[in-house]
């Protein structure tokens, strides 16, 4: 992608009415730095982008939050998936068309930023921090029950104490903190080497779930299946919001603008690919988990799907197969997740918004050492000693409130750029960011009041910092008005030459060569 550079004035900052920052818009395709940190490596092609979101999404669902979501919606927990899986739908294609429109890092932090100003860009960046940080925490936490299930074949098992938290009588999870350390340590070595080994895992949970819905099948009673929603409506909806937090992830490709080799092009197929991909194996997983086990039988604590299938099989090795095909899932969700987390925090400390340790790029691995070792840390100690549901709750509300952010910023962006060119264009405009923006609004509804406690007191610890902190940081904010008119004529200039290349067909090779 085609990089401009524009300098930050060295004059003292200039006073600006809270009204007029909190709408200051970031220039799209400006970089507002110094120069003086290595730039990302740009390696990640249209495979390995798909490989991160499918990798920051696949597993969640079925190794994580199945069992507490089929107590909510009985065996209509697959059509909960449904629901889920097309609020998903939704954004993602709003999040398709800003990821060809705005291909930086950031994700939905970055596209309300240029879109719907520094204000709402804010409040989308710190539910970003609670969405990826406390996500890759969840996920972890259900690795305990599968490492116990993979012993088990060896007559091994862990204590009680060392694998679940305080709330489930434990102590400590030492396999959901030993999993992100792992994965921290990972990121720290490099980005290429950390895809590598997220796309072999990517492949081998993939071939786990198809092991599990072949031999699932062939137990399949359709009486499990009734009465189909006990609970009917409102246990769906409820289970599709826990459920919600089982895609999250499909977006996790978008953090990677900086070190994809095509953003434009590749971003918004990714992001689709992924996500048609493991909805489809969502599905098909929850009718073959909830045909061949009674549905009353499902709680937090079980059964694992490596349980069921030893329930069918009786076969030590299938049951050991699975349970590493399930820890193997949950290390691939928390590797990319984090690495989504770790670009996110570069690009909000760049403007300032958080300190610029997060920004700090090694010139040996071209990756932010430092923010993965705080974040990693501090991911895994949450994940040691917090419970799995409040966890996953707390991640969906802040997911659900970016994804909304995402959908406006499309129907911003559509009206004030209306020629600005667009790898992918969401399909029925205006309806589906519509659609999308009240499906998300709809599911925080449904959430429950512990879970929007949370979120409001999460807010106002943001508030508090931005007007502590990122206010008086701001590099946006500390733009004079010339500079900040200079730089969005720039980033304007910039999306009128590639609107002209757009109509070129040898404009991809040439971008690519000066890429």
Known sequence: MHRLETSVSSTPRPTLGLAAQLTRRRPIDVPLTDGSQPALRRSLGLWQLTMISIGATLGTGVFVVLGTAVPMAGPAVWIAFIVAGITAMLSALSYAEMAGSVPVSGSSYSYAYATLGEG???????????????????????????????????????????????????????????????????????????ITVNTIMVILKIATMLLFIVIAFTAFQA???EPLAPMGTAGIAAAASRLFFSYIGFDAASTAGEEALNPRRDLPRAILLS????????????????????????????????????????????????????VIAIASVVLTVLYGQTRILMSMSRDGMVPRVFQRISAKSHTPVAGTLIIGIAVAITAALIPLGEL????????????????????????TRPTAPRAFRVPLYPVVPILGFLCCVGLMVSLGSNTWIVFV????????????????????????????????AAGLAHAERLAREDDNPNAESERDSRS
């Open 457 to 488: 007191i999460w807010m106002i610890i943001g508030v508090i910092w931005y007007l502590v902190y990122s206010r008086s940081h701001s590099v946006v904010g500390a733009l004079s008005a010339d500079e900040y008119e200079q730089a969005h």
């Open 275 to 326: 996500l048609g991909i493991v909805t489809v194996i969502y599905i098909l997983v929850a009718i073959a988990a909830l045909g061949a086990h009674p549905w009353t039988e499902f709680t937090e604590n079980g059964p694992t799907l490596a349980a069921i299938l030893d329930e069918i099989t009786h076969t030590p090795w299938i049951t050991l197969v699975m349970a590493i095909g399930a």
């Open 392 to 415: 996953a709750d707390a991640t969906s509300i802040g997911t659900l409130f970016a994804f909304a952010l995402v959908n406006l910023a499309v129907i911003y962006l559509r009206r």
């Open 223 to 225: 009486g499990n299946l």
């Open 120 to 194: 709402l860009a804010w409040v989308c960046g710190w539910c970003l921090i609670l969405e990826y940080a406390v996500s890759v925490a969840a996920v972890a936490v259900g690795a305990g029950e599968y490492v116990n299930d993979a012993l088990g074949v060896f007559g091994l098992e862990l204590p009680r104490e060392l694998v679940a938290g305080p709330d489930a009588g434990g102590i400590v999870n030492l396999p959901a903190a030993a999993l992100v350390l792992i994965a921290m340590f990972l990121l720290v070595r490099g980005t290429s080497e950390s």
